[in-house]
């Protein structure tokens, strides 16, 4: 009997990143928990998923037999036993609340190593969840105490109340991500002392399965544009125990080309009714910072896609037989391999990197967050959110290839990979949208003096040989050229070099982390360093590399094996 697979036990990256950015004991608890969950998404969550995507994908019950407008949506048993699961290991909750056995608050890095493993099988259903942890965010921070209480409990359940899954509506059919061209209205409701919402939204996932939505609406009177948008909590369903929607009807659900484990639907309200959150003149201010969380979660489940595509290539390589030899052992495929595993791991150091600044600016427990680590921790948003997601699309084209003819078949993982990768570059903004977000964060707190600096000063502290550190040098003077010209551009033109900043400072930001990698001494992450420099500031149709480094490493980053190559 061949032992099953398990996501986490697996991946041994994963497991030294998080020794490195969790406390002890944490990572002891956490190790335990993801063990048993790594399994789980290898195998069960696995089978679930692909009857979801193919057979069992939500469905709209438009009417009951009488003829009432129900707007119900269908998941089949196996999805609802994966929310289950999730929920109950608290993938939302503990970042808000305590984790019994410790008798400590979790964090986001436990959680977004969750999604990670989750994204390897399901990124459809990991977009529930995001929506869910936004939702938990904004509720936590910003609601009132009878508005907190009324929902958080619910939306953070890891069992002990019925869960309220969470969902953020913003886009509607007229602005798209232009969301200051909203125009849902909200309406005192005096006798209750909440709101009526009327009004439509356009692009709303995890309809029908959320328990309450956060929604962005226009109050009478407010000023146009996103100033005058406010926040509030919409429950899905009327609150005197009826069963009916609160004032909610579903038009129709999207057929999308991918991620269809998560139900996406035009949402009508009539009058629903809704409690606000926070202050009436900051509803956008709110959502940008629970989109910044999602945006998170969009690069974790491009890195989980990123590493399913890789493990299912290599593993099919060892395998597959032709031309009278197994597939790994020609130099192409070898070459190949080579590239994905470094930028994957590169890719992951920098993503929980990210995720470790993150969790202190979201969470600012007391502990002093500078302005400064404010804005680099927005940028490295932008920046990875843009990378991670075209990667993803990348990783899942190079497994089809790897495949051949079998990487085209439903039979296969990999066609689904790819569709579900797709989207990733759209949600939480396309590259143009995160472009702009790296211009106004240039414009607001001259994060590119802040990036730069910080860069600079880690090169300096490392004690490597200065050819590696030459590329990164060389890169930060052309990458400070290049904002000086843009910044001396007309606004409109600025924008033209916006996709050329960001793609030069995750560049340079991957770079730095692989470089602290080489910098601990291990040959394995030194040859990793090496080549990552190499991809990154070297190749191209006109350079070769004379040496074969990455042929000659190979056994080391792919197999893990003690290389009797020295590493230079």
């Not at 009324?150 to 232009?178: C, N, W, Y």
């Not at 029908?208 to 899905?236: D, E, I």
């Not at 590329?471 to 001396?488: G, I, M, N, R, Y």
Request: hydrophobic share 40%; with cysteine; glycine share 8%.
């Amino acid at each position: 009997m061949t032992s099953k697979r398990n996501f986490f036990t697996e991946d041994q990256h994963l497991q030294q990143v998080l020794k490195q950015h969790m406390e002890p004991q944490m990572y002891a608890w956490a190790e335990k928990e993801l063990t048993e969950f790594g399994e789980s998404c290898a195998n069960e969550i696995e089978e679930r998923a692909v009857h979801t995507d193919r057979e069992g994908q939500p469905r709209l019950i438009k009417y009951n037999k009488m003829g009432e407008d129900v707007s119900e949506v269908w998941v089949n048993e196996g999805y609802k036993k994966t929310v289950e699961e999730t929920y109950n290991r608290g993938i939302v909750g503990y970042v808000h609340k305590e984790i019994p056995p410790l008798g400590r608050q979790g964090n986001y890095l436990y959680s977004y190593a969750q999604g990670y493993l989750l994204s390897q099988t399901e990124p459809g259903f990991y977009c529930p969840v995001t929506l869910t942890m936004a939702t938990a965010y904004l509720l936590d921070h910003y609601a009132d105490e009878h508005v907190k209480n009324k929902f958080l409990p619910h939306v953070i359940s890891t069992g002990e109340v019925e869960l309220f899954e969470g969902a953020t509506f913003l886009t509607e059919r007229q602005g798209g991500s232009d969301v200051g061209a909203n125009e849902t209205q909200a309406v005192p409701h005096a006798s209750k002392h909440t709101y009526l919402l009327t009004g439509e939204k356009y692009f709303a996932s995890n309809a029908g399965q959320c328990g309450v939505a956060m929604v962005l609406a226009r109050m009478p009177g407010a000023p146009k544009g996103t100033k005058g948008l406010s926040l509030f909590a919409v429950p899905w369903k009327n609150e005197d125990g009826s069963g009916k929607l609160n004032g909610i009807e579903i038009r129709r659900l999207k057929d999308k080309l991918g991620v269809r484990a998560v139900p996406s639907a035009e949402v009508l309200f009539n009058d629903a009714e809704g409690y606000l959150v926070g202050e009436p003149s900051k509803g956008i201010h709110y959502m940008m910072e629970a989109l910044n969380l999602s945006r998170v979660c969009n690069a974790i489940a491009s890195l989980g896609i990123m590493q399913r595509a890789y493990t299912e290539a290599r593993n099919y390589a060892k395998s597959r037989v032709t031309f009278g030899d197994r597939l790994i052992n020609f130099p192409m495929i070898r070459e190949s391999l080579v590239d994905m595993a470094v930028k994957l791991e590169v890719e992951l150091s920098a993503s929980f990197e990210l995720v470790a600044l993150f969790d202190r600016v979201m969470r600012n427990d007391g502990a002093k967050v500078s302005e400064e680590e404010v804005a680099l921790n927005r940028l490295l948003i932008a920046l990875l959110k843009k990378e991670t997601a075209e990667q993803a699309v990348h990783f899942s084209h190079e497994a089809i290839e790897m495949h051949g003819g079998n990487g085209f078949i439903e039979d296969f993982v990999t066609p689904r990979l790819l569709r579900d990768a797709q989207v990733l570059t759209v949600w939480e903004g396309t590259a143009n949208i995160l472009g702009m977000e790296v211009l106004r964060l240039m414009g607001r707190f001259k994060v590119e003096r802040v990036f730069i600096e910080s860069m600079r000063e880690r090169v300096a502290l490392l004690q490597i040989h200065s050819s590696m550190k030459e590329p990164v040098e060389d890169a930060l003077v052309k990458l400070q050229e290049l904002c000086q010209f843009t910044s001396s551009c007309a606004p409109e033109i600025q924008t033209v070099y916006s996709k050329k900043i960001a793609s030069l400072m995750v560049k340079i930001f991957e770079s730095v982390v692989a470089l602290d990698g080489a910098n601990s001494g291990d040959p394995r992450e030194k040859a990793k360093a090496v080549l990552y420099l190499q991809m990154t500031w070297k190749d191209s149709d006109t350079w070769y590399d004379s040496e074969n480094k990455k042929l000659q490493y190979f056994d080391l980053i792919v197999n893990r094996e003690k290389s009797s190559v020295g590493v230079e």
